[in-house]
């Protein structure tokens, strides 16, 4: 049910001024007093980073989309309470992150009522790994994907937030909630864990 | 801290001055540790690269336009509460009320043989009372 503070879209939304330069904190507030224009702006400003943070941990896909959209739509439903206690960016990642590892979740539920694990590992697309090779390097990005794809839940986050987003390790660990060092350690085996997958499915 | 958390804290400049030089030592002599450090900056480089940067094209307008279908089935949400609460107090009365009949029947007496006849006002099932009832 809707929350009686949550604002409502106007749908003929007044000539409002808004320039490039508006601060998250300015949309915010027009956003709140129901400016659809500076809601739009403000999905539109965080699209690339939540792109690739769903992307990153879904893969492309209607799923990404659907988690895509509902980062934004549950931003929306909580701007009477955000109050900026972390950059709006941090606050849409960490919705980001949980809503991805939920549908992971989901999808694991789906695959194993389905499909039986062998299955599931046998129809993994291989992998081949060549650092050298500039002609092979869109593949490569492609397989690193995948690679990522293989990776745990929790090793995949940290994947994604340090190396793709571009977080440092103490703002991953402040998103998920996580001491600096566990941050760390699992960076380092994820890394790890990619190095060897590469490296295998080349030699293999 | 293993070598690969080492190497990691290495290319995000997080190390101390002290640590930087240990670990740009032992890069100059040691090929294993070398070679460590450019398989973590390929991937790093192939993640990198394959990093989405948006949705499919429109996807503000998506989102919008998925916030607007919420808001207009709000008030549908909204009805369906209202009778949900409506029906929880009109059971809760009938079922009062009910206690209250039975309870006065019971105390009436005068109908059944049995406590159950008697809360459900029901007369004694016998011969008599069923030529009784039917004249």
């Known amino acids: 049910m809707r929350a009686a503070t949550e604002p409502r879209l106007a749908e003929a939304t007044a000539v409002v001024e808004r320039p490039e330069s508006a601060s998250d904190q300015v949309l915010i ?46 931003l929306y439903r909580s701007l009477e309470r955000f109050r900026g206690e972390s950059s709006l960016g941090t606050y849409l990642t960490r919705i980001a992150i949980n809503l991805s590892l939920t549908a992971l979740k989901k999808r694991k539920r789906r695959i194993s009522r389905f499909v039986s694990q ?14 050298r090779g500039e002609l092979e390097r869109k593949e490569d990005v492609r397989r690193v994907r995948e690679a990522v ?29 996580i001491p600096v060092g566990t941050v760390m350690s699992r960076l380092a085996r994820a890394m790890e864990r990619l190095e060897k997958d590469m490296k295998e499915s080349h030699d293999g | 801290m293993d070598d690969r958390e080492l190497l990691i804290r290495y290319r995000d400049g997080d190390l101390s001055d002290e640590e930087l030089a240990g670990v740009e030592e032992r890069l100059k002599s040691e090929p294993d540790l ?27 307008t998506r989102v919008v336009a998925r916030l607007r279908r919420a808001d207009s089935s709000a008030p549908v949400e909204g009805m369906y509460e209202a009778l949900r609460w409506i029906f929880a107090r009109v059971a809760v009365a009938c079922l009062v009320v009910m206690l209250a009949i039975g309870a006065y029947s019971a105390l009436e007496g005068g109908y059944g043989g049995s406590v159950v006849d008697s809360v459900m006002g029901l007369p004694e099932a016998t011969l008599e009372t069923a030529l009784a009832l039917g004249g």
């Open chain 1, 118 to 131: 062998d299955e599931t590992e046998r129809d993994l697309p291989e992998a081949s790994w060549d650092p």
């Open chain 1, 29 to 74: 507030d027009r956003a709140r007093a129901g400016d659809e224009g500076a809601f739009r702006d403000l999905v539109e400003r965080y699209e690339p980073r939540i792109a690739a943070t769903v992307i990153g941990m879904l893969g492309p896909g209607d799923e990404a989309e659907d988690v895509g959209q509902e980062t934004f739509i549950r």
């Open chain 2, 34 to 60: 070398r070679s460590r450090r450019e398989s973590l900056e390929e991937i790093a480089t192939l993640l990198e690269r394959g990093a989405a940067s948006s949705f499919e094209p429109f996807f503000a």
């Open chain 1, 149 to 177: 794809a293989r990776l745990a839940p929790d090793h995949r986050t940290v994947v994604v937030l340090r190396m793709i987003d571009g977080y440092s390790t103490r703002e991953a660990a402040e998103i998920l909630g």
